[in-house]
């Protein structure tokens, strides 16, 4: 269990309930510590400040978190209005992008948008238009990182605006990189039931709660290597919580069909021990009513590492010439791929000593993976 599960009087606190600050058990060093390692800061806060009891909070613990809470709230304007432009500038050129996993969430999800800290905005587009994104986002100046897109299905990008603040986009046109779940949720699939995301735009929209709920519990498992990370887990409850008692039974239904039962069964007893999430009866037995073994659930395995990954991802391909391109792209990913990992894109030396670099890469992750680092 993550790191909040030593302090429960906190995890009530985040989800809702009234606490006065001796009731939470902690000291101000332990909450800053293990807020700023789980990224709960702007969330604390925010609970903080709508709490009846914030006057009896240490005043330097309010001040941390005040000056926390404002830094994270300049960002997210900053942030807010990139994601604006770009969902404006897709969608001239012809592109609908779909917000998937923490953006939407901040958005339509959380008291505030800074409440809810992420790295970078996803986005999910149709495979046929790959190349008018990419183009759409070079004209705004974004640089593609190091990724080998041809293997994961997504790419990359980022720019360093006038503030000196980073912009991250990853756009995907599968949900996952991997095999087994690269079909779990089609843009096709999903764009019809979508909501919109007015605080992002006129053209911004997202999975509609049952489709997002479904992706927040897959997500670290099929990402992470089901990694239980609190923010994670919080999304969980916010959008369970949101749910009526239909939608839950959609929800359970969804997760059947999708094989992924299991994965989201855990998913919601995660939210229920840590927040005391409300899940109906009705829900929990139909999602152990699944058929069973759903491929999906050996990604719960808590000692995985790549290489049940990589076996999983071969396994969960239909034909041999797709195991033999994935194995391929593994072993040998694209010189462009390579020249960037080492930083050698724009040098002269660097397509002649291509052959040495694929000896190098493949010896150390041979390496690493026999001394357990992969």
């Not at 960002?75 to 432009?85: K, Q, V």
């Not at 969902?87 to 992008?97: E, F, K, M, N, S």
Request: a neutral charge; aromatic letters at 8%.
């Amino acid at each position: 269990m993550a790191s909040l599960g030593r302090f429960p009087a906190l995890a009530a606190f985040l989800a809702g309930c009234s606490a006065s600050w001796p009731d939470l058990n902690i000291t101000p060093d332990e909450l800053i510590a293990l807020c700023e390692s789980e990224q709960l800061v702007p969330l604390l806060y925010q609970r903080m400040v709508e709490s009846s009891f914030a006057d009896g909070w240490p005043s330097s613990l309010r001040d941390t978190l005040s000056d926390s809470a404002r830094r994270s709230a300049g960002e997210e304007l900053l942030r807010g209005a990139e994601a604006r432009a770009v969902i404006d500038a897709l969608t001239r050129a012809g592109v609908q992008p779909i917000l998937i996993k923490g953006t939407p969430l901040a958005y339509g999800w959380y008291a505030t948008p800074a409440s809810r800290p992420r790295d970078d905005t996803d986005v999910l587009i149709p495979s046929t238009q790959v190349a008018s994104a990419r183009d759409v986002f070079a004209s705004l100046g974004y640089m593609t990182t190091v990724h080998c897109s041809e293997l994961f299905s997504q790419f990359e990008v980022q720019k360093t605006d006038r503030f000196g603040m980073t912009h991250a986009f990853d756009v995907h046109w599968r949900i996952s990189t991997q095999p087994v779940f690269a079909e779990l949720l089609t843009y096709e699939e999903l764009l019809p039931e979508t909501v919109p995301v007015p605080a992002l735009g006129a053209s911004a929209i997202a999975p509609r709660a049952i489709d997002a709920l479904l992706l927040a519990c897959v997500h670290p498992v099929m990402h992470h290597r089901s990694s239980e990370r609190v923010l994670w887990i919080y999304d969980i409850h916010l959008l369970a919580s949101a749910l009526s008692a239909p939608e839950f039974d959609a929800f359970a239904r969804l997760a059947q069909r999708k094989k992924v039962a299991a994965i989201c069964t855990h998913g919601l007893r995660l939210a229920q021990v840590m927040f005391g999430t409300s899940v109906p009866v009705s829900v929990t037995a139909a999602l152990s009513r699944a058929e069973s073994p759903e491929p999906s659930a050996e990604y719960l395995a808590s000692d995985r590492r790549w290489h049940h990954e990589l076996i999983a991802s071969v396994r969960a391909l239909p034909s041999l010439g797709e195991r033999i391109h994935l194995l391929r792209g593994v072993l040998f990913p694209s010189p462009g791929y390579m020249l960037g990992a080492y930083g050698l894109r724009d040098k002269p030396l660097g397509p002649w000593i291509l052959p040495a670099l694929y000896v190098h890469r493949n010896l150390r992750g041979a390496w690493k993976m026999m001394s357990g680092r992969k």
